[in-house]
């Protein structure tokens, strides 16, 4: 004799699996059924019989004395096609035995599924207040050929709970409490990490204008270090050829007319004023842009060290050729 519960869950579990049937009563494509003898897998010709089974209709699928599969399939103990899908529902058989049995089902390969369902001792003197239902738990397992197996708690209570009244309202009201803590948290969490971000990004940025800002001042120091060094080559150039015209001129003077001693002892003191003199502009020169130097960048150091040295040699090119013109112009004063 089987309780009412374990009938009521077998019904359902029917219903459910006719549902695809669309109401075909009479010769239908899938036949529900209940406890329909097979044999045990394994050939040993034990019968034992399912809860409830799933199985086609010979109208798809034949009987295996029809069928032209070799080896013939399995069948059922009339003769029809083996069931694919077995259901097992246990109340008072152990949860070891159901697991036993069900593993025995998929050793057949044409059974596609196994369904069980444990259906717990229910707590007595506790029903539910509104249906009257006594409080019990009940867990399902679904085997699958080649697939991992599947489990589900359900019932009108949570499993291993102490006082089903009391128990699951308090205990959702800590797990509230906790999902709402967490959340905060998590909020908070993700504030610090936005704000970071934007910090970042500012900061980023700023460091991007920065470096914009270098390659532009570079350009320039280059454009002027570059306009610098072709007017340095340009001076250079200009300056080497008006002393070669001068000593040239010097030279055609001394070969046609000799100097006399006072005129050479002048030039000579002439010359020697005149080293004098330049010296003392290239150490006053040299001291200025040594003091220039401390107080520039880094960055700006070498293009104005090379516009100073180019700013000298300007400046004392025009100090030069006067100094040159006024040694000619004494010595014509001294010829006259």
């Given at each position: 004799m089987t309780s009412t519960?374990?009938?009521?869950?077998?019904?359902?579990?029917?219903e459910f699996f006719k549902v695809p049937n669309n109401g075909v009563v009479?010769?239908?494509p899938i036949i529900v059924t209940g406890q329909v003898l097979h044999y045990v897998p394994g050939g040993t010709r034990v019968e034992t019989a399912p809860d409830a089974c799933v199985l086609p209709s010979v109208a798809f699928v034949p009987k295996p004395a029809a069928s032209t599969v070799i080896p013939r399939p399995p069948g059922d103990k009339c003769g029809n096609p083996h069931a694919r899908i077995m259901c097992e529902v246990a109340v008072g058989q152990s949860v070891g035995e159901l697991g036993r049995k069900c593993l025995s089902w998929m050793r057949e390969p044409y059974v596609r599924a196994v369904i069980n369902i444990k259906i717990l001792e229910p707590i007595l003197n506790m029903r539910e207040p509104t249906t009257g239902y006594y409080y019990r738990t009940m867990?399902?397992?679904l085997y699958r050929q080649g697939m991992l197996v599947q489990r589900w708690d359900f019932g009108n209570i949570k499993k291993y709970s102490g006082d089903p009244i009391t128990d699951p309202p308090a205990k959702n009201a800590k797990l509230e409490a906790e999902k709402a803590e967490i959340e905060a948290r998590n909020a908070e969490l993700l504030k610090q990490v936005m704000e970071k971000d934007a910090k970042r990004d500012a900061e980023?940025?700023?460091l991007r204008a920065t470096i914009e800002e270098l390659?532009?001042?570079n350009a320039e120091l280059r454009d002027r270090v570059m306009k610098v060094e072709q007017n340095q080559v340009q001076n250079d150039s200009k300056g080497n050829i008006t002393p070669n015209n001068n000593s040239s001129n010097f030279n055609l003077d001394a070969v046609h007319h000799e100097k006399p001693l006072e005129e050479k002892e002048m030039d000579n003191f002439l010359l020697e004023a005149h080293k004098k003199i330049v010296s003392s502009e290239i150490k006053q020169c040299n001291k200025e842009r040594q003091a220039d130097r401390k107080k520039l960048s880094k960055a700006k150091q070498a293009s104005l060290n090379q516009d100073q040295e180019s700013?000298?040699?300007?400046?004392?090119a025009p100090k030069l050729l006067f100094q040159i013109c006024s040694i000619a112009d004494l010595r014509i004063e001294l010829r006259i």
């Open positions: 519960a374990h009938e009521d869950i077998i019904i359902r579990l029917q009479d010769d239908p867990t399902a397992k980023n940025a700023k390659k532009s001042e700013d000298t040699r300007l400046r004392m």
